[in-house]
């Protein structure tokens, strides 16, 4: 294929239309030095001003000397290289990692809104026949996407829809250790998927159809489940089991650090479909919460220092607790004021439930845990309730219950009203 051909696709998919400075992740290897080797031709062309960052690993012979040639090739073309010594333990993952944050500083460095990586449509049958043989859910056989989001801007793998094959030979650099068997994606490339080709000549682009079909399933389940609210139990537990796991699957793609085995998404599908008050810590962080009806998955909250401690309010003064103003005795005015009933003898306690905390209710006195249950009330809403407690005795629960003793209050003599305002609307 001809540069023009490059081009012309580049253009036609307006890979930067709205990037103007990009940064290339440059390997050394042909793929990499062809994407080069195009950018740096056409920046006039696609409008861009461009960038190389490069990584030099230390774990060969070579790389040093690579790293030289970079820089001088870098230095004739005029355009600007950064370069980083990987340093650590080395394995693949941690490479990978080293990698992805050298690039993202790179892009904060020179601005940048766009990082280019030359995968290619070998990586991306070689990615999704890894995936299959390592047995993971269909949402990830989709594999490597040509467009996504990266730090503060956009990658962009512009020769996806190319095979090596069709990337011309140009001068670059040949990793031995690419013929080494040691690595899984070496395997694969080596051994497995020319083995398979014997079978089957067109088996690369069949992995690739695979993937794409199944990436146009998860746009279609995307799509669907936006008319869904998975965490409403009543809608989610309406479906058949097999529309359950599928929407729960779904649901659990919107955390990409959660990444749960299969045996614990079993579990938190047991967990909704059997429990009613529950919480159920999962991993990275993350816990399940369902209460009644609906359910959440979200980061579990460190217990703060900073939540307020107990309040003491005395008569015809007011106070901000909570995200409330709390004025005892001296009246506010609006349509969302809450009043209730206290007497004008003693301070006012406002705090959070403690152990073994009830109030009166119908002439006898209730624990505020089974008040609570008996309320519906979530758990995260008992944590935060406001407790008002006058002569050690609670009178009310802020916005769940008020209790006999305020009731009483209200035809004696040395009755007052506390008013209660909300102001973090």
Do not use: W
Request: proline share 2%; aromatic share 10%; charged share 30%.
């Amino acid at each position: 294929m001809r540069d023009r051909e490059f081009l012309n696709h580049f253009l036609e998919k307006g890979y930067f239309k709205h990037h103007s400075r990009v940064v290339l992740a440059l390997s050394g290897g042909l793929d990499s030095m062809f994407l080069f080797h195009l950018l740096s031709t056409y920046q006039k062309e696609l409008g861009i001003e461009l960038f190389l960052a490069h990584v030099n690993h230390k774990q060969r012979p070579e790389s040093d000397n690579e790293e030289y040639e970079l820089r001088k090739l870098a230095e004739q073309v005029g355009v600007p290289i950064y370069v980083a010594h990987f340093t650590g333990d080395f394995s693949e993952a941690n490479a990978r990692q080293f990698r992805y944050e050298f690039l993202k500083k790179v892009m904060r460095q020179t601005v940048a809104t766009a990082l280019v990586t030359a995968h290619h449509a070998d990586d991306q049958a070689e990615t999704i026949f890894m995936r299959l043989i390592r047995g993971v859910r269909l949402q990830h056989l989709s594999a490597i996407k040509e467009r996504q989001e990266f730090d503060k801007g956009e990658l962009i793998r512009p020769l996806l829809s190319f095979y090596k094959k069709d990337f011309p030979e140009i001068e670059h650099f040949e990793d031995a250790t690419n013929k080494e068997n040691s690595y899984f994606r070496n395997r694969v490339r080596n051994i497995y998927l020319p083995q398979l080709e014997k079978e089957n000549i067109q088996v690369k682009r069949a992995f690739l159809e695979l993937g794409k079909e199944v990436s146009d399933y998860q746009i279609v389940l995307s799509e669907f489940s936006k008319t869904v609210d998975v965490e409403d139990l009543t809608q989610f537990l309406s479906f058949s089991e097999a529309t359950q796991r599928v929407l729960l699957q779904q649901y659990l793609s919107h955390f990409p650090d959660l990444n749960i085995t299969r045996e614990q998404f079993q579990q938190v599908h047991h967990i909704l479909k059997t429990k009613s008050q529950y919480r159920h810590l999962l991993k990275n962080g993350y816990e399940l919460v369902k209460e009644y009806q609906r359910f959440q998955i979200c980061k579990i909250r460190p217990k703060s220092d900073e939540k307020s401690n107990e309040c003491v309010l005395e008569y015809q003064n007011q106070v901000h607790y909570e995200g409330y103003l709390f004025s005892f005795g001296i009246p506010l005015k609006g349509e969302n004021i809450q009043k209730i009933n206290i007497s004008c003898e003693a301070s006012l306690i406002l705090r959070h439930r403690q152990p073994g905390d009830y109030l009166i209710k119908n002439g006898h006195r209730k624990k505020l845990r089974r008040l609570f249950i008996d309320l519906k009330i979530p758990i995260e809403k008992r944590e935060n309730a406001i407790i008002i407690e006058q002569f050690g005795e609670i009178y009310s629960i802020l916005g769940i219950e008020t209790s006999d003793l305020s009731k009483k209050t209200k035809n004696d003599i040395m009755n007052t009203i506390l008013y209660i305002e909300k102001i973090d609307r």
